[in-house]
Each structure stands twice: as C-alpha cells, then as structure tokens.
C-alpha cells in the first residue's frame, strides 16, 4: 500500500478576536479591560457557609453585588504593554455596587464593568 503525503494547509490570518477574548453567543465584546457580568439573582445571592448554615440576603445592610463573568476584553495597554485580564469566563466574583454599566442583551439585563472595579473572586 503506497503511503500518501498530507498537505499541510496554512490558515489565512485570523481578523477574529484574539483568543484571551471571549464572546457572549457572538452577541457583545468587552472592550479594554471591561467585564460582562451576569448579576446573581435574590435567590443566587443565598449562599452556605463552611458550617452548612444558609446565610440570606437581608437587605439591611449595603453589600456589594455578586455576579457571573459571562466575557472579558483583552485587557488594557500601559506603557505599551498589554496587561492582560485577570479574571476569566467563569468567576464568581464580587464588585463595587455603583461601579457598572447596565446593559441588555438578548433580553438580558447585564453588567458592563471596569475590571478595576471588581473587589474580589470568589471561590
């Protein structure tokens, strides 16, 4: 049986968004260092401590809100560097309650926010 060459096919430049980006469904982009963010409902928002304890959400006190990271851009230039993104698609974290832009998308009430507005990854 005569073996055959396979050729290797070059794929054209991609003029997609890098990698690091990620997509909602083809729908929004962040740009920079922004981050879309699914905010976590009333019922989300009940969460359990170490001891199994469920812990709601009075309302009594200000808090700051909690979210899914849906997409993240790039990042951000800084003296010609790019500083990439820390969080990633995924993280549950925690961020500054006048912090964001609210947007729609697909029906979806979202939040577009500065990743240096975000307090913290929660794990």
């Known amino acids: 049986m005569k073996k055959t060459k396979q050729k290797k096919v070059s794929k054209p430049a991609s003029k997609t968004a890098?990698?690091?980006?990620?997509?909602?469904?083809?729908?929004i982009?962040?740009?920079?260092?922004?981050?879309?963010?699914k905010p976590f409902t009333k019922e989300e928002?009940?969460?359990?401590?170490?001891?199994?304890?469920?812990?709601p959400d009075t309302g009594s006190k200000e808090k700051s809100e909690q979210g899914i990271v849906l997409a993240?851009?790039?990042g951000e230039y800084q003296d010609g560097d790019l500083v990439k993104m820390t969080v990633k698609v995924g993280d549950r974290v925690a961020?500054?309650?006048y912090g964001y832009d609210?947007?729609?998308v697909g029906g979806e009430d979202l939040f577009l926010i500065k990743e240096e507005s975000i307090l913290a990854v929660l794990k």
Do not use: A, C, D, Y
């Open 95 to 97: 961020f500054s309650k």
């Open 18 to 27: 890098p990698k690091t980006v990620k997509t909602v469904e083809n729908k």
């Open 72 to 74: 993240v851009g790039p």
């Open 29 to 37: 982009m962040p740009l920079g260092s922004r981050v879309l963010i």
């Open 102 to 104: 609210e947007i729609n």
């Open 45 to 55: 928002l009940m969460s359990k401590n170490s001891f199994g304890i469920i812990l």
